[in-house]
């Protein structure tokens, strides 16, 4: 009866060390394999497609996914990376599921966590602050992919700041994680990952909700309709762009941008005279914010309005709405004024393709690939692989109409020079190619 009864009397005590240490593996195994499986049927990969991708062992990962082997730092870095997550399935191998292992109550937990000495002061907050700014410097000179990988890096501890900060640093700290958010959410949409991006523009409209930051609060409802224009969803794509022009407490360039956003949407739907008003309206708040040059201490992410942004606006909703000639020339205006920072950059190379388009609807080949092979020398120069798709749909458009032209000939081996576009790339479309 003692022996019987010894399972009863220990369940009401605190766990050993040692027990501990094994149930919190086990619940970390579990979270890690059902976020695992969760990303996978997502994606469509299969167990043996992953471990082929990730340079892994088939049945190790079969393992892991059911919870029956551990999670290495290395293996969980090199999932996330394949699977897309963000540093988002990395994170659980650090958040484990606390289920059946906590022997305090509910009360007793949030008291010891309120008491947790670990807080993250401003030595923590201002190195992160100028380590984005570093980063989103770097956004013109490398590929969304590759920064991606760095940016991951400081989203946990970003995370952490959020979660941890207090009174009087806790504005500070919800701010620079708001702006990792935006930015990762940016990236992801550059990268072709919308489902990640979404994640981090939701995270990101959470805090600025918190810290009423108005003008984040509108670039992330900017960046979700921006995300929705490229799934050809133009209803989310007007409805998000005015959202985030609705509050005056919105600076004159953020509103610039969704203003934009929303003439884009306009021109898409056929309709000139309300993509027109909008883009008007867009110049408008451009020279408003011109007026009011950005201070030292502003944020990376509010984007300032610039007329050769405009330009390149005004070139795509002509295309849209099939003015050819009225593209080439706004597009070509608007690619001569950017800055040298800025005009080897992907997204910048996305409007030498729009301008190769334009061309070719017009009728001229040759500065069809001339303006291409701009968008060429990015690609290879970024690795970028949703360029290198997009090269691949017009170069496909070319050779169908021109198929001996020497310029399209010559095109074709510069393409083919650019690293080569994942299955999962190829697949991405959009109103925009």
């Not at 992160?128 to 760095?150: D, F, V």
């Not at 007007?238 to 609705?246: E, V």
């Not at 600076?251 to 005279?273: H, P, V, W």
């Amino acid at each position: 009866m003692a022996a019987a009864d010894a399972p009863s009397r220990e369940a009401g005590r605190c766990p050993t060390a040692g027990a501990a240490q094994g149930q919190y593996a086990a619940g970390t195994v579990t979270a890690f394999g059902q976020e695992m499986r969760r990303l996978m049927a997502e994606r469509g990969l299969g167990l043996r497609e992953l471990a082929r991708r990730a340079s892994y062992d088939p049945g190790y990962l079969s393992k892991v996914a059911n919870g029956r082997k551990d999670v290495s730092r290395d293996l969980a870095r090199r999932l996330d990376e394949t699977l897309g997550a963000g540093g988002g399935l990395e994170a659980f191998r650090a958040a484990p599921d606390l289920r059946g292992t906590y022997a305090y109550d509910d009360e007793e937990r949030l008291i010891l966590a309120a008491r947790r000495p670990q807080r993250p002061g401003r030595e923590t907050i201002s190195p992160l602050a100028e380590e984005l700014a570093a980063q989103y410097r770097q956004a013109h000179r490398a590929g969304s992919a590759a920064l991606l990988k760095t940016v991951t890096a400081q989203l946990s501890l970003a995370g952490r700041l959020a979660r941890e900060a207090r009174a009087p640093l806790r504005g500070e700290a919800l701010a620079i994680a708001g702006q990792y958010a935006l930015f990762a959410g940016w990236l992801n949409i550059s990268a072709g990952r919308p489902a990640d991006a979404g994640a981090w523009l939701d995270r990101a409209l959470g805090w600025a909700a918190e810290t009423a930051d108005a003008d984040m609060t509108a670039t992330s409802l900017s960046l979700k309709a921006h995300s929705a224009w490229l799934a050809g969803k133009i209803g989310p794509m007007i409805g998000l762009s005015r959202a985030a022009q609705r509050s005056p407490a919105v600076s004159a360039a953020t509103r610039a941008l969704a203003a934009q956003i929303e003439a884009r949407a306009s021109a898409l739907a056929g309709n000139a005279d309300d993509a027109s008003r909008k883009l008007d309206e867009a110049a408008a708040l451009t020279q408003r914010a011109a007026d009011h040059p950005r201070n030292d201490d502003d944020p990376p992410w509010a984007i300032s309005s610039h007329p050769a942004h405009l330009a390149l606006q005004r070139g795509l909703a002509c295309l849209y709405l099939g003015r050819n000639a009225p593209a080439v020339e706004s597009l070509t205006a608007g690619l001569a004024q950017m800055s040298p920072e800025v005009a080897r950059s992907e997204w910048i190379a996305w409007y030498h393709v729009r301008l190769a388009a334009a061309h070719a609807r017009a009728g001229d080949p040759e500065q069809a690939c001339t303006a291409a092979a701009q968008a060429a020398l990015t690609a290879r120069d970024t690795q970028s692989p949703r360029l290198r798709a997009q090269l691949d749909r017009l170069l496909a458009q070319l050779t169908a109409r021109w198929p001996t032209l020497p310029a399209v000939t010559n095109l074709t081996q510069q393409i083919n020079q650019i690293p080569g576009v994942t299955r999962r790339m190829r697949g991405i479309e959009s109103p925009a190619t």
